[in-house]
């Protein structure tokens, strides 16, 4: 039987220390991984952790990031709790297995620091491998801090292992800045934390010999729409059980999370739409705009990415007048998610809020307050005309000449 | 472990059968002969994972499986760790005292073919053989990519034409000799390395049994004589077998821990690599007289393959 | 056990290949798993075929008879016993019980005429004919010993 920690109320943890305390807490049974900077030490951690006899599971260094997850669904289907850690070019590397997780049903945790994208290579913090995962059939919940790095873990294994649920879930937080933050986090003990997760329950495990069970089969054309569409209907059905958890997760924690975050929305004329650190970021500029500027400002942010909370966005956004979304993430000839959803979303109500789109923070550019509050003063200023007065895609905070895309007619 | 007695093939006949008919793969397929024998030739629980391939589009279509014991496929490279996987699941339950029969015997096996061996899923297996899993890999060697119509793999054997290495008028199709998997993996670390053709059903249930027995990793690379892309009539597999080990252009033979060599089968009559080649259709553009060179290197090879073994045999290593 | 016993098992090769029912999305299993047995398997490799339970699910359960052109007749008179034929059927569609050789399973046998060239017996026991071919007449034609038939290697 592993040994306990006995933990501070309060704990100096970064994201990613704080990531592998919750996989400590709950006893993960096997780690198949192939550390890849800024996700490193969550795996080297939960090592330390089995080394030291904290944990009883397996952890298993496998030699590139595709047999980690092939690892990890190997496990999966044999019955126990698996998770893992990955970033950016490993990511890459997993999705085809991705695929395969999530196809199959296997509650794996799976937890994305995320990182841009080469080329050129780069190891800091974008949301390019968040993005590229978002086909992929996972739940994607996203921590904007080390605290929620450490609380959507624990959530993550109760939603996915959820017995009407059953799939695949990434826990995202920023490289670097979340990941290598030293913060003050509130750990619940170690008994609390397990009886949250809860005891793993198996569904068609391998290891179980009474019956035996063939994973993976073939499916042509009269077969595998319907398989995909079941699929699709448990992704869809995570959300009220998203719901429950996190409501269940504020008894024991005293946290709230929602599926869509949202920050002085009520009265906001202009929203800021973003993810990860750049909504805490986004937070300080409005509440400092509205202090000293007037602006009615406001922030939006998906808690969970997958499935899409096009409900929560289209509610948060309902009185707003000007929205802009955020995206980190190279668009690729397109405008970004964000900006695609989140109008998606408000086109199937009668409001028409002036939406525009900004690129930025890519490789781990900063974006300072100042850049914000020049987005909301934009913002602003398309909610006063009515109508878009910059091009639709910005990209903000980069040196050289303005670029921009996708001008709008104008009336 | 529970083995079922291989001595004589009427003590053989006696096993249940595992692995059910129906499945996909061609008449007169030697993999599922390999497959059939291993899974017969062993009571215990067995964890199959399998690569992308003959096998695994074969024997595990949508809503039916050809599998009686647990079986999994997740891609074409990465059926090792899939078994690794579930290796590590089982030590970490068994100790956690959460499997729902603890103590039911459990062996885990991957099968590949030698695309997936020998190409794409090497790294895989390579890893798995290196973390010393308690596993067995079979490679079900058919020297070329079947399942998708016959292109050439890195154990596809000089002078043989395929899709992708084509013999036409002036080429006599393939250029590479063969990868030699069984020292690599006598080197990356499998504790136990044999190679075994149907046709030699004992040696193979026996090499079979022995691998299950042993603890850590075991390759077996099983030669698949493929009517298909061979291009021989399908009531002829076991023929064209006993002509591959008559000929020792596939000796059976095993690598212990690394480095002892056991010789499994001395053929009585040692015939001509030409008969081997001869007997099927991949090779027949050989006997044409400009590429008769091919023909006499062949032998060659074979003659200084063979006498390379005996001398390890003899040298006790 | 005998032979008819064995292949009047109600569950073994029922149904064509794609001639299953094509239920819709709700229907289909979780994460596209699929359970070869429908009773409690654990002991399942001590037990002979006709004594399981299989599912819906297991190919033991469907048939591909129709891939067939030519078959292999079995004349019992000749046999041995040796179960060569046994071993090397890829499609384990040789009936075997008891270290006796019973006959084929023709909803498993796709034709490939393995059976018959490994067969030592002079003459075979095991011989192919048209798909058509009545049993009967195939086997009051059966051919006699060859007096210099080449012997098939056995083990």
């Keep these: 039987m592993a040994e306990k920690i006995e933990l501070q109320k309060v704990e100096v943890w970064d994201g990613n220390y704080a990531a592998s305390h919750a996989l400590r807490q709950a006893q993960v049974d096997v780690v198949a991984a192939y550390p890849i900077t800024p996700s490193t030490p969550i795996v080297e951690n939960y090592g330390q952790f089995v080394a030291d006899g904290y944990i009883d599971g397996e952890f298993v260094m496998v030699e590139s990031e595709h047999a980690a997850m092939s690892g990890c669904v190997g496990a999966a289907a044999s019955g126990g709790r698996v998770a893992t850690a990955t970033s950016s070019q490993g990511f890459a590397l997993m999705v085809e297995v991705l695929y395969q997780a999530s196809g199959m049903r296997l509650p794996i945790v799976l937890n994305v620091v995320n990182r841009a994208l080469a080329s050129p290579l780069n190891v800091r913090g974008d949301h390019s491998d968040m993005y590229l995962g978002r086909d992929s059939g996972w739940i994607q919940m996203d921590a904007f801090n080390a605290q929620e790095a450490y609380d959507m873990n624990l959530c993550a294994f109760r939603v996915g292992e959820h017995m009407d649920i059953r799939l695949p879930v990434m826990v995202h937080q920023d490289g670097f800045i979340t990941s290598h933050t030293a913060q003050n986090v509130n750990p619940l003990s170690d008994e609390e934390a397990y009886k949250f997760v809860g005891v793993y329950n198996p569904v068609e495990e391998m290891l179980d010999f009474s019956r035996p069970v063939t994973y993976g089969a073939q499916t042509e054309e009269d077969w595998h729409y319907e398989h995909k569409a079941r699929q699709h209907k448990a992704l869809m059905d995570a959300r009220p059980v998203i719901e429950s958890v996190f409501a269940e997760f504020q008894k024991v924690s005293g946290r709230q999370y929602k599926r869509v975050e949202t920050y002085m929305t009520e009265d906001a004329e202009v929203i800021i739409v973003a993810l990860g650190t750049t909504v805490e970021s986004a937070r300080v500029a409005a509440k400092q705009l509205r202090e000293e500027e007037g602006i009615k400002a406001g922030v939006v942010a998906p808690r969970v990415l997958r499935p899409f909370p096009f409900d929560a966005i289209r509610d948060a956004l309902q009185n707003c007048k000007a929205i802009g979304a955020m995206d980190r993430s190279s668009p690729g000839g397109a405008l970004g998610m964000l900006f695609n959803e989140v109008s998606a979303a408000m086109y199937t109500t009668s409001a028409r809020p002036v939406m525009s789109n900004y690129i930025y923070g890519l490789g781990g550019r900063d974006l300072s307050i100042n850049a914000i509050k020049d987005i909301y003063r934009e913002l602003q200023e398309n909610a006063t005309a009515g109508e878009i007065t910059t091009p639709v895609q910005q990209f903000i905070s980069l040196r050289g000449p303005k670029l921009s895309f996708f001008e709008t007619r104008r009336s | ?257 690394g480095h002892e060599l056991n010789i499994n089968y001395r053929p009585k009559n040692i015939i001509p690599v030409r008969d081997y080649l001869g007997s099927q259709g991949r090779f027949k553009h050989l006997f044409k007289p400009q590429f008769e060179h091919v023909l006499n290197e062949w032998q060659t090879r074979v003659d200084a393959q063979w006498d390379y073994l005996q001398r390890r045999e003899a040298a006790r290593v | 056990m005998s032979l008819e016993n064995i292949l009047s098992n109600a569950q073994r090769g029922q149904r064509e290949l794609g001639a299953e029912k094509k239920v819709g999305w709700d229907e289909v299993t979780q994460g596209v798993v699929i359970n070869a047995f429908e009773y409690d398997a654990t002991n399942v490799s001590r037990e002979l075929s006709e004594d399981r339970k299989y599912s819906d699910f297991s190919s033991y359960t469907a048939t591909v008879a129709s891939w067939r052109i030519i078959k292999p007749i079995y004349n019992r008179d000749i046999c041995i016993d040796c179960q060569n034929c046994w071993v090397w059927c890829p499609d384990t569609s040789i009936i075997s019980r008891d270290k006796q050789m019973l006959g084929i399973d023709y909803d498993h046998c796709k034709g490939c005429g393995v059976c018959v060239e490994v067969c030592p017996t002079n003459p075979k026991s095991l011989l192919m004919f048209a798909e058509t071919a009545d049993g009967e007449e195939c086997l009051a034609g059966w051919p006699v010993k060859e007096k210099k038939a080449k012997e098939t290697e056995t083990e």
């Design chain 2, 1 to 257: 472990m529970a083995i079922t007695s291989v001595k004589n093939l009427k003590e053989f006949s006696t096993a249940n059968e595992r692995f059910e008919g129906a499945h996909l793969l061609c008449p007169g397929c030697a993999h599922s002969m390999i497959v059939r024998e291993l899974m017969n030739c062993s009571d215990d629980n067995l964890v199959i994972a399998a690569n992308t391939g003959c096998l695994e589009v074969s024997t595990a279509v949508y809503p039916y499986t050809a599998w009686d014991t647990s079986w999994i496929h997740i891609g074409f490279e990465n059926a090792a760790t899939a078994a690794s996987g579930a290796e590590a699941m089982y030590k970490a339950r068994k100790r956690k005292g959460t499997l729902k029969n603890p103590d039911a015997p459990v062996k885990f096996v991957a099968f590949g073919g030698d695309g997936s061996t020998y190409d794409i899923g090497f790294q895989w297996l390579n890893g798995a053989v290196e973390r010393g899993h308690d596993f067995t890999y079979i490679c079900l060697d058919n020297e070329v990519y079947a399942n998708t119509g016959g292109q050439r793999s890195s154990s596809t054997p000089i002078g043989s034409s395929s899709t992708t290495a084509p013999a036409g008028r002036v080429s006599y199709g393939e250029k590479q000799n063969k990868k030699d998997m069984m020292s690599i993996m006598a080197a990356s670390g499998a504790k136990y390395v044999a190679q075994v053709s149907p046709n030699k059903w004992k040696n193979m249930a026996q090499v079979f049994q022995k691998s299950l027995a042993t603890e850590g990793p075991c390759y077996i690379n099983a030669i698949s004589a493929c009517c298909t892309e061979w291009k021989f009539d399908p009531k002829d597999t076991i023929h064209i077998s006993d002509l591959a080990t008559d000929s020792l252009v596939f000796p059976l033979y095993e690598i212990v821990d």
